[in-house]
């Protein structure tokens, strides 16, 4: 995998893409959106709210995720469906049940965005997401996404490396680690209003500065070859794949370079449950359930569709970060 | 203690989740993790049946109509059965009986036990639910029947177990059991009798 530096004489992304990877970007739409109208059908009436959040995104967003390249080796693996990507998701600022945030989260407003970029980095400031991203070449990514509940899905996204933003923030050399924060406004979030969810606002969540420069670690603004919808963390979010799908925190405001290790909100509640790391480990048991394999979604009545799990999610080469570590001790 | 002719109609209203979620079901309306969704709907199911069970005593006592008395027996019976479902569901369609899968879900996993110690603890109360099992027991039978309140316990408690977080629905079946349980103390004595 190579981190794009851009120079700005060099021909746009977009000139020299080859017409094939467009044609199966193409291909790959029209499924996505066959297949969401397809499944959205008779219940899950989401995809319409989806379908005007992407209409009122701003253009030079829309614009961006239109020109994203192929980033990543394709999997043979089967899309999730969008309605189940965008339909049945946890995202607890706007309630804890699984349709609740495609229910609740047209209230989210995502533009204008602005993220804090604060600690040990050279640029801090306040950012307008726009010109966070400016420049930025972005990448569709077919990633496995395996959730801590024992659910899997296999979900396109469309990002750049955190990388590429880090590489332009420039770490100080004191900087160890990468903490983020998303949106916690109880004006626009129904879940952060509520008293009964049990989490102290706002969602935290953070990654070694070496898992956060890993060519993998992605920060998606898209899905599908469209922008992010609300309910999947919109506008500004992050992917990790080879973690539990809570370390993928969503709709981020700040971002902070540290030397000491964040606080991060799952692992602040149940402590025995959630660790920092929450690498994906098929042999280290949730304590309340096992995580040696997953239900990959949409399965059926009469096939959950079990896979067994894979360390790292399937993420070999990820390994070495973690050379030497006992990950049952690091869970 | 007669039964009034509008008393059976507590048997469909029983049924009505029941019918709802099988037209859920079969009109491929639970989502894209159907078992799961099933078995967490049958679940819930159980716990309401079981505090509507325990309401009808009070509610007949408050609403002067007792004829709801009867319904005791009705709820507590569709609890029993919406619980024989949820398991059901749970170990034909998640786990497909699955020996090893069963034996480490059923060893290891608190929530599990628990569910099933609650389950039971219904066993004697739906066997012992008809008429004649009251009479050939008597007293014995009053007292047997307080199982109930293990049983709901218990039910809180696995309900409570398996949220990753959120409290909501938790402490809402938990008021309703404390105020029937805190009406149970004071009207004790009413209660055992009849
Ligand atoms: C009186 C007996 C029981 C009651 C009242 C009860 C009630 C419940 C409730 C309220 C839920 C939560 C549903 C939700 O998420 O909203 C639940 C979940 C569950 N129960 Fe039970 N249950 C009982 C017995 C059992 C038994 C015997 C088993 C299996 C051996 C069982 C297995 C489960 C499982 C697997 C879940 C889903 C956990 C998940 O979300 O993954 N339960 N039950």
Known sequence: ?331 | MKSKHWTWVGWPLGALPLAWITMQAAGGQLGPDPAETLVELLGWWSLVMLLACLTMRPAAQLLKVPGLVIWRRTFGLWAFGYVCMHFLAWATLLLGWDPSFLGEELTKRPYIIIGMLAWLALWPLALTSTRQSRRRLGRKWVKLHRLIFPAVLLGVVHQSWVQKSGYGETLIFVSVLLILLLYRILHGRNMIRK
């Open chain 1, 1 to 331: 995998m190579i981190i794009r530096h851009k120079d700005p004489s060099a021909p746009k992304s977009h000139e020299i893409t080859p017409e094939s990877v467009y044609l199966k970007r193409r291909e790959l739409m029209m499924l996505g959106g066959l297949a969401g109208l397809f499944s959205a059908m008779p219940a899950w009436g989401r995809e319409i709210k989806a379908v005007d959040e992407e209409a009122s995104r701003p253009l030079w967003l829309k614009d961006q995720v239109a020109r994203a390249i192929d980033g990543a080796p394709d999997t043979d693996e089967t899309l999730t469906p969008y309605a189940d990507v965008t339909g049945y998701n946890n995202f607890y600022e706007f309630g804890t049940g699984k349709t609740d945030p495609a229910e609740n989260a047209h209230t989210l407003k995502t533009d204008p965005w602005t993220v804090t970029v604060a600690g040990e980095v050279e640029k801090p400031g306040t950012y307008a997401l726009e010109d966070l991203l400016k420049g930025q070449q972005l990448e569709e990514r077919i990633y496995r996404l395996r959730c801590v509940e024992a659910w899997s899905m296999v979900i396109p996204w469309v990002g750049v490396p955190l990388a590429s933003l880090l590489i332009k923030l420039q770490p100080t050399s004191k900087a160890r680690y990468v903490a983020f924060t998303s949106l916690a406004d109880p004006k626009q979030m129904s879940g952060v209003r509520s008293p009964f969810t049990g989490i102290d606002w706002p969602y935290r969540e953070g990654l070694r500065l070496d898992e956060a420069m890993h060519p993998l670690t992605l920060m998606a603004v898209g899905l599908y070859g469209r922008t992010l919808p609300n309910q999947n963390g919109a506008p500004f979010r992050l992917v990790v794949p080879w973690k539990y799908g809570f370390k993928s925190i969503k709709s981020i405001v700040r971002i902070e370079l540290t030397e000491t290790m964040p606080e991060t909100t799952w692992n602040m509640l149940a402590p025995d449950e959630y660790g920092f790391y929450a690498n994906v480990n098929p042999a280290v048991d949730h304590p309340r359930w096992s995580q040696s394999r997953e239900r990959r979604l949409p399965n059926s009545f009469f096939d959950p569709n079990w896979v067994p799990t894979r360390p790292f999610n399937g993420y070999d080469e990820v390994a070495s970060l973690y050379k030497g570590m006992d990950l049952g001790k690091f869970y």
